[in-house]
C-alpha cells in the first residue's frame, strides 16, 4: 500500500467470472472480455480465482490460455489453484503453455495441502478418485465449508455439520 499522496505502482483486477450453471458459455465470454477491457483500462494485471465446486471458471488454466490471445501486455494470474485436486505433471504443462502463448505474462498462484474443507474426510487414491468422491459428495448435496484466514466461517448444511 503506498503512503499517503504516493500514486499506485501497480494495479490488477481480480475476477471469479460468475455465470448461469445451465450455460456457462456466456459466462466464460464475458470474463474473457472482462480481462481485455482490464487490459484496454490500463490495469496491470488481470487475475481469476480457482475454485472447485463452487460457480466461477471451470478451468482457470484454459480461460488465461484464450485470455492470452486476446490481450498483449497484461500479466495474467491465477488466485489460488489448490494443488490437493491437480494432477502436478498436468498443470506444470498446462502452466508452460499458458506462459508460451502469453508471451512470459503468466503469473501462477497456488495453494499447498488438502482442500482445507475437505480435510478431514478420507478419500480413495488413484487417478480421479477425489475428483469423483468430491463429485458424490456434491451430488448428495454437500457443500465444502466456508473458511476463512484457518477458521470456519459459520457451520450449517456442509460437511462440519455432518462430521
Not at 490488477?12 to 484496454?40: S, V, Y
Not at 482457470?60 to 490471445?69: H, I, K, R, T
Not at 505474462?105 to 488413484?126: C, E, K, Q, T
Request: glycine share 14%; hydrophobic share 40%; no cysteine.
Amino acid at each position: 500500500m503506498p503512503s499517503p499522496g504516493a500514486a499506485l505502482g501497480r494495479l490488477g483486477l481480480l475476477t471469479i467470472g460468475l455465470f448461469d450453471g445451465d450455460n456457462p458459455g456466456p459466462g466464460h465470454q464475458t470474463t474473457l472480455e472482462i480481462i481485455e477491457l482490464g487490459e484496454r483500462l490500463g490495469f496491470d494485471s488481470a487475475w481469476v480465482r480457482d475454485r472447485h465446486l463452487q460457480y466461477g471458471i471451470s478451468s482457470p488454466v484454459a480461460g488465461l490460455a484464450a485470455a492470452s490471445q486476446r490481450t498483449r501486455r497484461i500479466e495474467l494470474g491465477t488466485a489460488v489453484i489448490p494443488l490437493g485436486w491437480e494432477n502436478p505433471l498436468r498443470l506444470a504443462e498446462d502452466l508452460g503453455t499458458v506462459e508460451v502463448l502469453s508471451g512470459g505474462r503468466l503469473n501462477p498462484g497456488v495453494s499447498v495441502g488438502a482442500p482445507m474443507h475437505l480435510r478431514a474426510r478420507r478419500f480413495p487414491r488413484g487417478p480421479g478418485a477425489r475428483l469423483r468422491a468430491a463429485v458424490q459428495l456434491r451430488a448428495r448435496g454437500l457443500r465444502p465449508d466456508p473458511v476463512r484466514h484457518g477458521r470456519k466461517a459459520r457451520t450449517g448444511p456442509g460437511l462440519a455439520a455432518r462430521r
